[in-house]
């Protein structure tokens, strides 16, 4: 954590906001969906990360609930960089499995506690993340399920999908992929700040 938020942070992101999500299988675990909130420092992050339950198990279904973190990100999130200045945030989920292809209005109001009124396909979230997130998967390879799932996610999300054979660099990944995700838009060039000049928080990086 600390590795990566200060390759971030020396690589031109000032001050970014981070957000951390558990998820699991909606169909079985009894804590698919945990949030943190949006942080900029070492500690909080470090808190909400230790604070996340790694329920284990597995429902033997083929499949997790990615789609809760995509479902989260469009509902149930607001950003300046958005929200004042047109930019989208960054959505990463990692994981070894294909997402489940459907989430129920029950599950959602069992786990929001509000009132919804359809079911929506893995897709149809993907598509509505997408609208305020530039979404990636970093795809784990060591073990089986991640190369018998990596031709889905591939499919999916093409480019955004990130092949990881090593989960030990997740993090150096997750910093240099922020990076050029960063420089390769029109018209936002990442610099080195300066003290006399500090930038507002400018990414919000779920």
């Known amino acids: 954590l600390p590795k990566m938020v200060g390759n971030i942070i020396q690589k031109g992101v000032a001050d970014p906001a981070i957000l951390f999500l558990g998820v ?28 996340t ?20 990100a469009s ?11 047109g930019q989208k945030g960054i959505l990463f989920t990692i994981g ?7 989430l129920p209005k029950r599950a959602i109001e069992e ?14 979230l993907l598509e509505a993340a997408q609208e305020k997130y530039d979404v ?24 955004h999908c990130i092949v990881v054979d090593d989960y030990e660099k997740v993090g150096d990944i997750l910093s240099d992929t922020v990076i050029s995700n960063i420089n390769g ?12 000049d500090k930038p507002e928080k400018d990414e919000e990086i779920l």
Not at 60 to 68: D, F, M, T, V
Not at 96 to 102: G, H, Q, R, Y
Not at 185 to 196: C, D, L, S
């Open 24 to 51: 699991g299988d909606h169909e079985c675990d009894r804590a698919p969906l945990q949030v943190g909130q949006f942080e900029s420092g070492d500690e909080e992050l470090d808190l909400w990360l230790t604070r």
């Open 53 to 72: 339950w790694l329920e284990r198990g597995g429902g033997g279904n083929s499949g997790e609930s990615y789609h809760l973190a995509w479902y989260f």
């Open 75 to 85: 509902k149930h999130t607001v950003s300046d960089a958005w929200e004042k200045r």
């Open 96 to 102: 070894d499995e294909p997402c489940l292809k459907s």
């Open 111 to 124: 786990l929001m506690g509000v009132p919804c009124q359809s079911n929506f396909s893995a897709n149809e």
């Open 136 to 159: 990636y998967h970093l795809h784990i390879m060591q073990g089986s399920d991640g190369r018998n799932s990596l031709h889905y996610w591939q499919h999916l999300l093409g480019q």
């Open 185 to 196: 838009r029109t018209g936002y060039v990442v610099n080195k700040p300066t003290i006399k």
